[in-house]
């Protein structure tokens, strides 16, 4: 083909360049479009309705093997200890909420998932009462005292809280009720004295991701023990609408000082888990929040989907949370992370297909023997993951106590 | 063109955008790199994305983990777009003979007044 016909001068150089690099352009253009479909798995692979799918199952299987192999678990938990010791703490919060809902769809393996819960409850009590709240907090909170005082982060009451709600939401255990009691008081009445109904998870930052946590948890409790803090969750709602709204994008805002400052807008690494919190106590905002969230920080280039961590509207910094965020595109591994669980919640199929296919392609999944993990990301990255793939059983267990009531 | 740009095109570094086999070469030679570097474990070292490495040995994890994600992506993405290439290009060097041969074949006729030269 390179060769000239006999006789005949070979091309000139310049029209080989051209031709070159016109079909350069038009393999480019016809691949780069395509490469999705490599990578798009069945969505009934990773989520199925009232059923734990295989690779979800798989993903779960990972994790109960570091919960019941403490060497597994110790080792996985230093690396990410070493980077935030949040994550070791959301992680936790994110498989106990996995468990619950797959115990609620498996009935049979219930007791299994329960020891599991119990025995990653019991140890995260026993770290924060021995260890104090700063085990789970990052450095920066020990550089200035909390407002209010004594001391504590919605943070860790608002995610212990929510594990034992779901934990008792699936078996009660009457261990567990004084503890859930009390936190859930201890939230209430931090959060009614804080002037925009929130408390604080460091040091004059509030958070919107903690403070949903927190209100989703106070409402769950509700539902178990029969007391009513719908006139507290109403107020907080009504202030949260109007005072923690970024008026530009409609977005509620992801941190804030203790009087309500704006710190950062609306961050695609808190509003997909905020909006996923508020569907059990109002439906409605929820889905609007999702709606929006989706408009303005949800992407699609060519068949794989990410989510950006800021809207268009607004400039932030890359953080702990978001991770390095892609120059032009937005892009952010933590707000995408999160936007699995929006996408599930929100039975958005569309998207959770185009996530899961980006998943594939970007975030190296290795799977040995009946086990999955992303190797791009870490245990409270898949922990994330997992809880999207089987979220709905707990919400919908709630939304039907809630009828009753 | 000027002269300063064919000389520049006439390199071997050049030649290689212009030759289809090269292409094929490449592309192949990206996905032994990957498999390569697959079946020396690095994959695992992606980690470095999420900002979670290893405590001890973690720059050598991180250049693993970089390396492994380049091999990665140019396998997926510039692979195919090459094998893809050296085939439209030699459709498009055929099409293009063609043309130029149809037409130095429409001038002989038009000189000599046959509709076939070869008349």
Known sequence: MQTPAPGRPPPPLHRRFLISALSLLLAAAIWLPSVHWLFRPALQDYRQPRAVAPRARELAARHLALWEDPARRAAEIARMRAKNAEWDFMGRTFFVLALANMSIDEPQQASRYLAVIDAILDETLRLESERGIYFFLMDYARRRPFIDQPPRSTFIDGEIAMMLAARQMVRPDPRYVPMLRQRVDLLVQRLSRGPVMCGESYPDECWMFCNTVAVAAIHISDLLDGRDHSAFIQKWLATAKSKLVDPTTGLLFSSFTYDGHPLDGPEGSSIWTAAHCLKVVDPDFAAQQYRLARQQLGCNLLGLGYSREWPASWKGPDDIDSGPVIPLLGLSAGATGQAFLGAATFEDDDYLQQLLSSLQFGAFPIRDRDELRFAAGNQVGDAVLLYALVQGPLWEKCAAGKARQ | ?119
């Open chain 2, 1 to 119: 063109m000027t002269a300063h740009l064919q000389s520049r095109l006439r390199r071997p570094a050049w030649r290689i955008f212009t030759r289809p086999l090269g292409w094929v070469g490449c592309a192949v030679g990206l996905v032994v790199i990957l498999g390569l570097f697959h079946l020396l474990g690095w994959r695992d070292d992606t980690s470095f994305i999420s900002g979670t490495t290893p405590a001890s040995n973690t720059n050598a994890t991180i250049l693993r983990g970089m390396l492994y994600t380049l091999a990665w992506f140019s396998a997926i993405l510039i692979s195919p777009i090459l094998i893809l290439a050296s085939g439209i290009r030699w459709l498009l060097h055929w099409l293009l003979q063609k043309l130029l041969r149809a037409r130095s074949f429409r001038q002989v006729g038009l000189k000599t007044g046959h509709s076939n030269p070869l008349v």
